[in-house]
T-cell receptor
Framework: GDSVTQMEGPVTLSEEAFLTINCTYTATGYPSLFWYVQYPGEGLQLLLK?????DKGSNKGFEATYRKETTSFHLEKGSVQVSDSAVYFC???????????FGKGTTLSVSS | NAGVTQTPKFQVLKTGQSMTLQCAQDMNHNSMYWYRQDPGMGLRLIYYSASEGTTDKGEVPNGYNVSRLNKREFSLRLESAAPSQTSVYFC?????????????FGPGTRLLVL
């Protein structure tokens, strides 16, 4: 079945460091790919998405490119801030379009 | 717009008790979803409603029932709570069912079953 694998955390960085969180997927068809962010004590917020191969999603300095050839959707940010500390989830839509399938989440902790 | 709202925020139950988690959205979305979030497991779909009047099982439906009361509201019921149902429950909605649709999430309900 469809699945998402993302790198284990926690990821600990200093402010202004470069961030990469790896995400790979297995899917039938051509799913849309998403990154959601969950700040402490809150629900999930959409960070960015891409709906077809080679699309790049971007928001708040974060970027991810839909790579069909490597089945990947890695999240990157050039310079992280303390306020970016959160849990990041990679997800895709199932083939029926009825649900999101999530990775297990990666905790990011940024210190000043 | 409030987006997706959930009540209660936190609940403690004893094994065997029942309760209903409420969810409402004001975005005029057709599709609504219930997920549970457990440590180290991401989110898993319990039930979804593609449109008003329809509901379908997701990945982990056992022990739950749902009601799509109207277009705005989608409730999740635990008839006889078990400790394995201790989790954080998220409701979500999307304009419609589809692979390109974005789902919008509520703030969650934290449930502890003793």
């Amino acid at each position: 079945g469809d699945s998402v694998t993302q790198m284990e955390g926690p990821v600990t960085l200093s402010e202004e460091a470069f961030l990469t969180i790896n995400c790979t997927y297995t899917a039938t068809g051509y799913p849309s790919l998403f990154w959601y962010v969950q700040y402490p004590g809150e629900g999930l917020q959409l960070l960015l998405k891409a709906t077809k191969a080679d699309d790049k999603g971007s928001n708040k300095g974060f970027e991810a490119t839909y790579r069909k050839e490597t089945t990947s959707f890695h999240l990157e940010k050039g310079s992280v801030q303390v306020s970016d500390s959160a849990v990041y989830f990679c997800a895709l839509t199932n083939q029926a379009g009825t649900a999101l399938i999530f990775g297990k989440g990666t905790t990011l902790s940024v210190s000043s | 717009n409030a987006g997706v709202t959930q009540t209660p925020k936190f609940q403690v139950l004893k094994t065997g008790q029942s309760m209903t988690l409420q969810c409402a959205q004001d975005m005029n979305h057709n599709s609504m979803y219930w997920y549970r979030q457990d440590p180290g497991m991401g989110l898993r779909l319990i039930y979804y409603s593609a449109s008003e009047g329809t509901t379908d099982k997701g990945e982990v439906p056992n022990g739950y029932n749902v009601s799509r009361l109207n277009k705005r509201e989608f409730s999740l019921r635990l008839e006889s709570a078990a400790p394995s149902q201790t989790s954080v429950y998220f409701c979500a909605s999307s304009l419609q069912r589809g692979m390109q649709e974005t789902q919008y999430f509520g703030p969650g309900t934290r449930l502890l079953v003793l």
